[in-house]
């Protein structure tokens, strides 16, 4: 049995949480995290060695070590399912599911 949710007006709908993000086709545009008020993701830097960093906060691209910038799961037991971060993807890299309970 899938977690059920229902709307304001009553309407019974089923959640769907954001489970995965592909890096391999994130951009690490941010538009996901900037949508999201519960903290499930941040930007994460990957080395030439396609290793996830850390990202200087001051946002400086100096540091040679950062080949490209994507975004990662860091409190997935956060999500709400309420898909906004789906629906700004331009690269519709992320996976959303149900949740069974």
Avoid: W
């Amino acid at each position: 049995m899938f977690i059920t949710a229902f709307t304001r007006g009553g309407v019974e709908y089923t959640p769907r949480f954001l489970t995965d993000i592909n890096a391999a086709t994130c951009i690490g545009c941010g538009r996901c995290f900037k949508v999201c008020g519960h903290d499930v993701m941040t930007l994460r830097g990957v080395n030439e060695d396609g290793d996830l960093v850390e990202v200087s906060e001051d946002d400086d691209d100096d540091d040679d070590e950062i080949m490209r910038k994507v975004m990662v799961m860091v409190h997935p037991d956060n999500c709400v399912g309420c898909g906004a971060c789906n629906r700004v993807c331009p690269k519709d890299c992320q996976t959303h599911e149900p949740v069974e309970r």
